[in-house]
């Protein structure tokens, strides 16, 4: 069983950045794939960035494109979404999913342990 909690969320003015992270507990976190997904109101949920369990392969969305950066530490168990360039429509609850299976992966359906997601609001 693997435990997930992001922290790093908060209020931000559009052009702003912020980092979040995921840290995860269990021995097997160097074997998961890692993703970020985020929920808007009224929104379907959205891949974001995705991971694989040695950080030599990364995917983005095209929507953060050139603005988000995702990187994972093994050791200290944890992975990041660094977001800069923020705009208004990045508002929503950023949520972290881990993937047993390893290699990168865009949808939510491949992931099986979910994190309780942390608040991102960008302000114009």
Known sequence: QVQLVESGGGL?????????????????????????????????REFVAT???????????????????????NAKKTVYLQMNSLKPEDTAVYYCAASTAGSTADSGWKYNYWGQGTQVTVSS
């Open 12 to 44: 931000v003015q559009a052009g702003g950045s912020l980092r979040l992270s995921c840290a995860a507990s269990g021995r097997t976190f160097s074997t998961y794939g890692m993703g970020w997904f985020r929920l808007a109101p009224g929104k379907e």
């Open 51 to 73: 991971i694989n369990w040695s950080g030599s392969r990364t995917y983005y969305a095209d929507s953060v494109k050139g603005r988000f950066t995702v990187s994972r530490d």
